[in-house]
Nanobody, 125 residues
Framework: QVQLVESGGGLVQAGGSLRLSCAASGRTFSSYAIGWFRQGPGKEREFVSAITWSGENTYYADSVKGRFTISRDSAKNTVYLQMNSLKPEDTAVYYC??????????????????WGQGTQVTVSS
């Protein structure tokens, strides 16, 4: 079993940057694919980015491609989401999610087994 805790959210002006962290507990974290999702006010939870268990492959939603970068540090049991050139439409609660998976990632929230509590990101115009 894996427990996930997000951190790093906050208030930032448009064009600014934030780095979110997803810290995991549990010995099997290294075998998990990790995804980042977000849910804005009145919106469905949507896929943002994901990384394979090895860290070799990364995936992004079109809306964040070129602005966000996902990475993982297995020694620290942590996955990061570096967010640059933030826009007001990036405002949302950001969640990380984990799924034991040796091949690829998943893009649907319902396919992940473990979730963090979320961290608020607010981008002002």
């Amino acid at each position: 079993q894996v427990q996930l805790v997000e951190s790093g959210g906050g208030l930032v002006q448009a064009g600014g940057s934030l780095r979110l962290s997803c810290a995991a507990s549990g010995r099997t974290f290294s075998s998990y694919a990790i995804g980042w999702f977000r849910q804005g006010p009145g919106k469905e939870r949507e896929f943002v980015s994901a990384i394979t268990w090895s860290g070799e492959n990364t995936y992004y939603a079109d809306s964040v491609k070129g602005r966000f970068t996902i990475s993982r540090d297995s020694a620290k049991n942590t996955v990061y989401l570096q967010m640059n050139s933030l826009k007001p439409e990036d405002t949302a609660v950001y969640y990380c999610a984990g799924k034991p998976l040796y091949y690829g990632v998943r893009y649907l929230a319902g396919e992940y087994d473990y979730w963090g509590q979320g961290t608020q990101v607010t981008v002002s115009s």
